[in-house]
């Protein structure tokens, strides 16, 4: 099972939806992750005095708020219950074929001798004809890795956090903007 946390993002001002409904629409997003058995405990992860509480509440996960990004990435790890983690950026959802590709990835990486904790990347599915071409170019979307790496790393940004826990793998499946 994942620890699951919704990192709260702002929308640049080209975007129309309001930054806490796209994490209202990722929550939503997760709802069947969660009944499969693939998310354990699930947090959203933002500023304070943006209605986050509210819809914590609503949704039934953990809240974790702080002044700025590295803390509340930071709050949020130390406070997740599971070995493994998936950050996920607000304003994305994973497509279908996450749940069982991430679900597969876990078994795999769990079950080998090597020892080494799991990584894998979750892009933003291609949406320029440059991410098209290259794949690798889509935003970071999301990241699974084991939350030991992801304190010893000590990042402030999911993307520094992606750079220092050195995922091996790429999903094949991606993330679609929501927000």
């Known amino acids: 099972m994942l620890s699951t946390i919704v990192l709260y993002e702002m929308t640049d001002s080209s975007r129309r939806i309001d930054p806490a409904e796209s994490v209202v629409r990722t929550l939503s997003s ?94 933003a599915a291609p949406e320029t004809f440059i991410e098209r071409v290259f794949p690798n170019a889509a935003p970071l979307a999301g990241l699974i890795a084991s939350r030991q790496r992801c304190l010893e790393a000590s990042a402030g940004r999911l993307a520094a956090l992606a750079r220092s826990v050195t995922p091996a793998t790429t999903l094949r499946t991606h993330a679609r903007r929501v927000g």
């Open 30 to 123: 997760l709802v069947k992750a969660n009944v499969e058995g693939l998310l354990g405990d699930v947090a959203i992860a933002g500023p304070a005095e943006q209605g986050l509480g509210f819809i914590a509440d609503h949704a039934g996960c953990g809240l974790i708020e702080a002044t700025d990004e590295a803390e509340w990435l930071r709050r949020a790890i130390e406070a997740a219950r599971g070995p493994h983690l998936f950050l996920l950026r607000s304003g994305f959802a994973p497509q279908a074929g996450f749940i069982e590709e991430a679900g597969d990835f876990i078994k795999a990486r769990s079950a080998s001798l090597s020892g080494r904790a799991p990584a894998a990347l979750l892009r």
